[in-house]
């Protein structure tokens, strides 16, 4: 099993900035990326930052420019600096390992972040 806990979400006003942190342990064969979702009310879960073993990261269009994700010195641990957080960034935020061929399908409880206007 793998165990993912994420931390760091809050309540914030437009334009604020909150950093997600989140450390995965348990049964992890190989750490290939690790990433950032995000669940708003009545969506699908969207990825929305990944970065990968050689540090190179990637970011959904609508994040590019404000969040930045990081790995911690534990190779297990990533962060998410989110900063000009817009109403609609508002979502219960889960981190995830990539293990090569795929995404685990164990899930954190999240972090929640609400963005107020």
């Known amino acids: 099993q793998v165990q993912l806990v994420e931390s760091g979400g809050g309540l914030v006003q437009a334009g604020g900035s909150l950093r997600l942190s989140c450390l995965a342990s348990?049964?992890?064969?190989?750490?290939?990326?690790m990433g950032w979702y995000r669940q708003a009310p009545g969506k699908q879960r969207e990825l929305v930052a990944v970065?990968?073993?050689?540090?190179?990261?990637s970011y959904v269009d609508s994040v590019k420019g404000r969040f930045t994700i990081s790995r911690g010195n534990a190779k297990n641990s990533v962060y998410l600096q989110m900063n000009s957080l817009r109403p609609e960034d508002t979502a219960v935020y889960y981190c995830?390992?990539?293990?090569?061929?795929?995404?685990?399908?164990?899930w954190g409880q999240g972090t929640q972040v609400t963005v107020s206007s």
């Open positions: 995830n390992v990539y293990n090569g061929r795929e995404w685990t399908t164990y």
């Open positions: 348990g049964s992890i064969f190989r750490i290939n990326a």
């Open positions: 970065i990968s073993s050689d540090g190179s990261t």
